[in-house]
């Protein structure tokens, strides 16, 4: 268990990382993301202990959503008649990668342990993302209730399950906010970014332990 966590908590470290370079930096520093194959490698050469059979189903089923994920990208980006440009590569390597890495290792912890590392996780991010935009300011103080939602959200769902449709309601405003953005690639990114987190924790706050 304590190894499950680590690696969950590694490869959330790592995007957030590599979201925060991405934006500030430079697009390119989403290659950031190919340390999460660090953990595939390291079961391969033995330094850590292979998956279980229980493990093993879950990997599959991560890696096949991840797979439905790149297809539907490919889709909407040729329905949309996106020029295939830099960010369109970059979505297709980082998308998959966070879906992969949610799905994974949410699904190898307990309900609970789940709904709190990526609920909180992604409600820390709306806040820092707000913070270090603005400062401590009155602008932060409303960019910041998105993120205290979440963490609300997060932690109620835990205890009552019908608190997971909050998670619902983060996809609705989410699509409404980016609907008439969709015109572009980063916002198709960002939008799936928050969107993947949101659906999974939906689903895991109605599941069993």
């Known amino acids: 268990m304590l190894q499950k966590t680590f690696i969950l908590i590694f490869d959330v470290i790592l995007i957030s990382v590599a979201l925060t370079l991405i934006q500030t930096v430079s697009p390119w520093f989403s290659f950031l993301l190919t340390g999460l194959f660090l ?3 390291l079961r391969m050469s033995g330094l850590i202990k292979d998956l279980d059979e229980r493990e093993k189903a879950i990997d599959n089923l991560s890696s096949n959503i991840a797979l439905a994920i790149v297809f539907l990208l490919a889709m909407f980006y040729t329905g949309m008649g996106y020029e295939i440009g830099t960010d369109c590569f970059i979505s297709f390597i980082l998308i998959p990668f966070a879906a992969k890495a949610i799905f994974s290792a949410g699904l190898s912890l307990s309900r609970n342990q789940s709904i709190s590392i990526i609920g909180r996780t992604v409600g820390l991010i709306f806040i820092g993302f707000a913070v270090l935009s603005h400062g401590l300011s009155v602008t932060t103080a409303i960019e910041i209730i998105p993120g205290v939602a979440i963490l609300a959200a997060t932690e109620l769902s835990k205890r009552c399950k019908y608190f997971g449709l909050s998670f619902l309601a983060f996809i609705a405003v989410t699509t409404l906010v980016y609907w008439n953005n969709f015109d572009r690639v980063t916002m198709v990114m960002v939008y799936a970014l928050f969107v993947i987190p949101f659906s ?8 069993k332990e």
């Open 39 to 41: 953990f595939p490698i």
């Open 200 to 207: 999974f924790l939906f689903v895991r706050s109605f599941s």
